[in-house]
DNA sequence: ATGGCTTGAGTGTCAAGA
């Protein structure tokens, strides 16, 4: 079973990649983030088409989040329960037994502005939620743009970003807080090269030059930390005409789970 | 230098992203 996640930057721009790399990674699920749509027009059609089943959870021009999967989504739920959020950032649903949980988390614009405070208010609202949802779903993961670089090695220049959005502390210590409840970063659970991103800056040639952050993230409770056998972030997609300037992350899972699963 | 791209909104040029 393969599980990703993506932040595409308006799918309505993006959908042809989408579907390009649905077809060759022959990923079973996809979280989406930042498809800046209304549900109405989600193209829920043209994904049946290439074989894929969808929930979405979206508002215009800001935000959106969306769940694909080859098999069906039970128990779908949109955004954080008991926090009032105008903001469609949230979106769950359990697939083959697996709870799958997408998330796009705030950016927080700069330390100590109004968008950071309501950064640590939501953090600190999902991991209340992760916490119950764990209880029920003991196969849980929790896929996403969490924007936020756990580690300085994770930061393409640590001395120029320290201290900043997306590296600060009470963010780094948020997302260990995740951690804290049992979940892992796939990604960490591999030896990995150096200086491995999953967003690049379009100006200033970032991409080129890989002057980059790793802010999207896989992280997975016990039962399916111990059933993962790779994770890895594909750039091949950030290459393309017009990209997102975020490439997907993909953990592969043992076949065999879920009651539910075939 | 609060810049430098990209998107959506909407037809001016700005907000927001990270």
Redesign the pocket.
């Known amino acids: 079973m393969k599980i990703a996640t993506w932040?595409v930057?308006?799918?309505?721009?993006?959908l042809p990649h989408v579907l390009d790399w649905l077809a060759a990674t022959q990923a079973d699920v996809l979280c989406l983030?930042?498809t800046?749509?209304e549900d109405k027009v989600f193209p829920y059609a043209e994904l049946e088409a290439a074989g894929y089943h969808a929930a979405h959870n979206g508002q215009?021009?800001?935000n959106g989040v969306a769940i694909l999967a080859r098999g069906t989504l039970e128990d779908v739920r949109c955004d954080i329960p008991a926090f009032a959020d105008e903001q469609k950032r949230v979106l769950a649903a359990t697939v083959n037994g697996v709870r799958v949980v997408c998330a796009?988390m705030?950016?927080?614009?700069?330390v100590g502005s109004d968008?950071y405070e309501y950064k640590l208010r939501w953090l600190a609202a999902l991991a209340t939620m992760l916490r119950d949802d764990l209880q029920r779903w003991p196969q849980l993961a929790l896929l996403g743009?969490y924007?936020i670089a756990p580690e300085d090695r994770d930061v393409h220049d640590p001395a120029a970003w320290k201290d900043q959005?997306?590296c600060s502390e009470p963010e780094r210590a948020a997302f260990r807080q995740f951690l804290d409840l049992g979940l892992a970063d796939a990604f960490r659970l591999f030896e990995q090269p150096a200086k491995i991103y999953s967003?690049w800056?379009?100006?200033?040639m970032g991409f080129r030059l890989n002057r980059g952050?790793r802010?999207d993230h896989i992280l997975l409770s016990k039962p399916l930390a111990a059933e993962c056998r790779a994770c890895v972030i594909d750039k091949a997609p950030r290459k393309l005409e017009?990209p997102?300037?975020?490439a997907p992350v993909l953990a592969t899972l043992m076949a065999t789970l879920g009651a539910e699963s075939a």
């Open positions: 932040n930057n308006s799918l309505k721009v993006r983030q930042e800046k749509m215009k021009t800001y796009y705030p950016n927080g614009q700069a968008k743009d924007n959005i997306l967003w800056d379009y100006r200033q952050l802010i017009r997102s300037d975020h």
